[in-house]
């Protein structure tokens, strides 16, 4: 049982930057792939960022290197670096966790545990 908590949402103005926190408890985080994902109104849940269980690869859901994952297994936390956010942005911010696959990492029904999320909004 994995247990997700985020903070750091909070509202910006575009150009600027957030990051955001994941802190896990439980056992075995390292054995676990990390993900963001999030939600506007009126839309699907989205991928972000996935982080694999040792850190060694990452992912991301757009090229253009605006947003950073990274984790720390020592103490069990997952952040999202967030630069140059744009108003569309703006979402629900939610933390994930699957045990141990890789693969699949950008579909949110592979994952087992979620956060309950962080809101991000970003004005013009």
């Known amino acids: 049982q994995v247990q997700l908590a985020e903070s750091g949402g909070g509202s910006v103005r575009a150009g600027g930057s957030l990051r955001l926190s994941c802190a896990a408890s439980?056992?075995?985080?390292?054995?676990?792939?990390m993900a963001w994902f999030r939600q506007a109104p009126g839309k699907v849940r989205e991928f972000v960022a996935a982080?694999?269980?040792?850190?060694?690869?990452q992912a991301y859901a757009e090229p253009r290197g605006r947003f950073t994952i990274s984790r720390d297994n020592a103490k069990n936390m997952v952040w999202l670096q967030m630069n140059s956010l744009e108003p569309e942005d703006t979402a629900v911010y939610y933390c994930?966790?699957?045990?141990?696959?890789?693969?699949?990492?950008?579909?949110?029904?592979?994952?087992?545990?979620w956060g309950r999320g962080t809101q991000v909004t970003v004005s013009s």
């Open positions: 994930a966790a699957k045990y141990r696959e890789w693969n699949y990492y950008s579909d949110a029904r592979r994952y087992d545990y």
């Open positions: 439980g056992r075995s985080f390292s054995d676990y792939t």
């Open positions: 982080i694999i269980a040792g850190g060694g690869s």
